[in-house]
């Protein structure tokens, strides 16, 4: 089974602070995503990967950065938080025939 | 650009009863298309797809047919139990240089009462 996780499951922050969520897969796959999820928006993609030292923006990429040193790990980092970045962020990877395995979420607050 | 589009919730039935849920897409090309659920407090998981026209995607009761036609996805199940009580996500994949990057529908919840 494909193993998907996130360093943590709520995490609260102050407004300005500096924060890292981390995502980490068992297998070997390169493609790697971020997202935030919002009632009533879905899904939004923020980030994605393909490869080590590789990335690309997704939809709403403002506010954020990632970092991608080993093919296991994606980060997502939020510079200086602000309240309108509270949220749930899904981590996910790309396995076969284009199915995407997530992690079990991030909700973060920030006040 | 690509888009999904499924019913909003939330869908309430009583245990038992069928379900339908609608997803309709539009794409610039011929994409997969994908249900996921998510349990409370959970990430996403897949329950079903279809790479091409016509193929029927199923699994636990639930199905869903890739209907080119109409460009539609819509889920269905005959006999819905309250562990059934999830968010439903239809998405579609269309591959651009390999990445196939997804584009996912709003969800749509369903509470299924005893």
């Known amino acids: 089974d494909v193993k998907v996780t996130q360093s943590s499951r709520y995490l609260v922050k102050r407004t300005g602070e500096k924060v890292f969520l981390e995502c980490v897969q068992d297998?070997?796959?390169?493609?790697m995503f971020w997202y935030r999820q919002d009632p009533g928006l879905g899904l939004r993609l923020i980030y994605f990967s393909y490869d080590v030292k590789m990335k690309e923006k997704g939809d709403i990429p403002e506010g954020y950065s990632v970092s991608r040193e080993k093919k296991e790990r994606f980060s997502l980092i939020l510079e200086s938080a602000s309240t309108n970045q509270t949220s749930m962020y899904l981590c996910a990877i790309q396995g076969g025939q284009e199915t995407q395995y997530f992690g079990p979420g991030t909700r973060l607050l920030v006040l | 650009g690509d888009s999904v589009t499924q019913m909003e919730g939330p869908v309430t039935l009583s245990e038992e009863a069928f379900l339908t849920i609608n997803c309709t897409y539009t794409?610039?090309?011929?994409?997969?298309l994908f249900w996921y659920v998510q349990y409370p407090g959970e990430g996403l998981q897949l329950l079903l797809k279809?790479?091409?026209?016509?193929d029927k995607g199923s699994n636990k009761g639930f199905e869903a047919t890739y209907r080119k036609e109409t460009t539609s996805f819509h889920l269905e199940k005959g006999s819905v139990q309250v562990s059934d009580s999830a968010v439903y996500f239809c998405a579609l994949a269309l591959g651009s240089g390999g990445s196939y990057i997804p584009t996912f529908g709003r969800g749509t919840s369903l509470i299924v009462h005893p």
């Open positions: 297998m070997d796959h390169e493609n």
């Open positions: 794409a610039t090309g011929y994409p997969s």
């Open positions: 279809a790479t091409k026209a016509d």
